[in-house]
């Protein structure tokens, strides 16, 4: 079987989506033959680009001869002649517009819905994005397979740890991460909040007393971070998986994340639940999971074990063949 794959996110992020394919496609190329299909973007004007010409019509024309063209996002064509599989990360643009760009939203509500009909297979990276394809698009539970994220190898318990005593939130500074109700949630207990995630979008700032931005940084260091990390606090607003939760769990951290939704089964009981609304719970969250600590690490460590890349990647190209 020859795949064709939009690889044109590695191009535009380093974040969840780079990770997915990092991660899969040498465990895919081992199972089907792979051509790599890269758009270039640059800048706004790039961007416009990949959305009006190269997912419409570049894309799917340069597939042709594959027998299953993926695209590991719902940026993709509405029309292939290749059968299609689409992965969907999460649908938080349609639940939570406020918090994105206008071109995001506007480019989600009029073309990722046909993308998503165009596709034979539509894979989700959890339990809940498939409930929320299900309930939001309207794609019928015969077309979807789960697929889910896991942590790279990078991501154990045993290596360096950073010093000091601190709590940990990563993740782009973006709305939706609810950066503001971490910091708050931080100072009421008097401990250091250090952020590790890219500049992003909406204003949103990692600062503030008790507050250390570390930036980008790289998979060593992240985890050198985790590791050292008295409690990881991930209370997003909305999530299709929350990689942060199980690469925490798989460095030994505690966690505290939100109730509901993909991080609590990616958790799987394994992590401090909090109301992501309310800043008394998240600083109680944080307080339990400090007191905690030994027994969370325990079972964050049996949890993480439980996802595979290896396993995903079966999944994957059981979907490529359901889809051919």
Request: glycine share 8%; proline share 6%.
């Amino acid at each position: 079987m020859k795949v064709a794959i939009d690889v044109t996110p590695l191009e535009l992020t380093r974040a969840g989506t780079a990770r997915y394919l990092d991660s899969l496609l040498p465990r895919v190329e081992r199972e089907v033959t792979v051509e790599r299909l890269r758009g270039f973007a640059a800048g706004k004007a790039g961007t416009l680009w990949l959305d009006l010409a190269w997912y419409p019509h570049v894309l799917p024309h340069r597939a042709r001869g594959a027998d299953v063209l993926h695209c590991p996002t719902y940026r993709g064509p509405v029309r292939s002649r290749v059968p299609l599989v689409v992965t969907v990360h999460d649908l938080a643009v349609f639940r939570h517009p406020e918090a994105f760009p206008p071109w995001t939203r506007t480019y989600s509500r009029v073309v990722v819905p046909r993308v998503v009909r165009a596709a034979r297979i539509v894979a989700a990276v959890s339990e809940f994005t498939a409930g929320e394809l299900e309930a939001v698009l309207r794609v019928p539970r015969e077309r979807i397979r789960v697929v889910p994220n896991a942590a790279d190898a990078t991501f154990t318990d045993v290596g360096p740890r950073e010093e000091g005593d601190y709590v940990l939130a990563v993740g782009t500074l973006e709305p939706r991460k609810n950066l503001a109700r971490t910091i708050a949630a931080a100072q009421r207990l008097g401990v250091e909040l250090r952020v590790a995630g890219a500049r992003g979008w909406g204003g949103v700032e990692a600062r503030g007393d008790g507050v250390r931005w570390e930036g980008e940084v790289g998979d060593e260091q992240l985890a050198r971070l985790y590791r050292g990390a008295l409690c990881v606090v991930y209370p997003s607003l909305y999530e299709g998986f929350g990689i942060p939760v199980l690469e925490a769990m798989a460095c030994g951290a505690p966690v505290v994340t939100s109730r509901g939704g993909a991080t609590d089964e990616v958790a799987g009981g394994a992590a401090v639940l909090v109301d992501p609304h309310d800043v008394s719970s998240i600083a109680a969250g944080i307080e339990e999971a400090i007191a905690r600590r030994d027994e969370l690490r325990a079972a964050g460590l049996r949890r993480a074990s439980a996802y595979s890349w290896d396993a995903s990647a079966r999944l994957l190209v059981q979907a490529y063949e359901d889809a051919a």
